[in-house]
T-cell receptor, first 108, second 112 residues
Framework: DAKTTQPNSMESNEEEPVHLPCNHSTISGTDYIHWYRQLPSQGPEYVIHGLTSNVNNRMASLAIAEDRKSSTLILHRATLRDAAVYYCILGSSYKLIFGSGTRLLVRP | DTEVTQTPKHLVMGMTNKKSLKCEQHMGHRAMYWYKQKAKKPPELMFVYSYEKLSINESVPSRFSPECPNSSLLNLHLHALQPEDSALYLC???????????FGSGTQLSVL
């Protein structure tokens, strides 16, 4: 199973953009890049996913490098409710293997 | 209704007990999953059901026995567990072939 590498933690100020990086140098051609987040005492929540092209939705944007060996999750304006562990995951929907994740702290 | 409901929320059991965890969804999803999450660790995939048939077993010990009696329900039967099995057990569901999983809030299991 392909692995992802993420920083253990990041900090941001409220209402500023946040860029969460992820390295996945062993990604295969069929692996999707997924992002989920987990708030305290909750199950993981889907954020966004993509294959090759950059993707946008109401929660975030996903920027994928041209060689697909890295990607960045972009939260355009962080709020206190965005404080969570963010997981970058490779695979298909049947087999999402979570990496260690990045704990995002948002300062008011 | 975009909820995955897990019961009970908390469970304490002895090593000789038999218990079951329950997961229910009414989104019409035909893929359902069990994950295990130890404290401060990422979730680990245990089982995947597709169209009520077991399609993935990630080499889980036989003391964990999954069951999918219908398209809305997923059970995890527990027997002769060890203290190291104490964890948060998460259920998820999705449309078959879709990339978006919906997770429940989990059952926090303590094995004494």
């Amino acid at each position: 199973d392909a692995k992802t590498t993420q920083p253990n933690s990041m900090e941001s100020n409220e209402e500023e953009p946040v860029h969460l990086p992820c390295n996945h140098s062993t990604i295969s051609g069929t692996d999707y890049i997924h992002w989920y987040r987990q708030l305290p005492s909750q199950g993981p929540e889907y954020v966004i996913h993509g294959l090759t092209s950059n993707v946008n939705n109401r929660m975030a944007s996903l920027a994928i490098a041209e060689d697909r060996k890295s990607s960045t999750l972009i939260l355009h304006r962080a709020t206190l409710r965005d404080a969570a562990v963010y997981y970058c995951i490779l695979g298909s929907s049947y087999k999402l293997i979570f990496g260690s994740g990045t704990r995002l702290l948002v300062r008011p | 209704d975009t909820e995955v409901t897990q019961t009970p929320k908390h469970l304490v059991m002895g090593m000789t007990n038999k218990k079951s965890l329950k997961c229910e969804q009414h989104m019409g999803h035909r893929a359902m999953y069990w994950y295990k999450q130890k404290a401060k660790k990422p979730p680990e995939l245990m089982f995947v059901y597709s169209y009520e048939k077991l399609s993935i077993n990630e080499s889980v010990p036989s003391r964990f026995s999954p069951e999918c009696p219908n398209s809305s329900l997923l059970n995890l039967h527990l027997h002769a567990l060890q203290p190291e099995d104490s964890a948060l057990y998460l259920c998820a569901s999705s449309q078959v072939g879709q990339e978006k999983l919906f997770f429940g809030s989990g059952t926090q299991l303590s094995v004494l």
